[in-house]
């Protein structure tokens, strides 16, 4: 078990430190604090991600787009140069 980097054995040690400091009826409450805030921290990451990649799509298409016009500009351009010389 490895949570932050924290081994099992230290993670003992933070846990009699905060039960010294806080008293074991503080505890319950400290706990689901955190766990709240960094179930908050993990869905603001996931939307992150997701506004990300739904940008990334975005962009990606506008990229396409483009170049599909540009191509198609760039062969009016050649048939009507060659309209023009023949």
């Given at each position: ?5 924290i ?52 962009l ?14 760039i ?12």
């Open positions: 078990m490895n949570i932050f980097g081994g099992l054995p230290e993670m003992a040690v933070i846990m009699v430190v905060a039960l010294l400091i806080f008293g074991p009826k503080k505890l319950p409450e400290i706990g689901r604090s955190l766990g709240k805030t960094i179930r908050s921290f993990q869905d603001a990451s996931n939307e992150f991600q997701t506004e990300f990649k739904r940008e990334a799509e975005q990606k298409e506008t990229v396409q787009t483009t170049a599909e016009l540009e191509t198609k500009h062969e009016a351009g050649k048939h009507q140069q060659e309209n023009t010389q023949g």
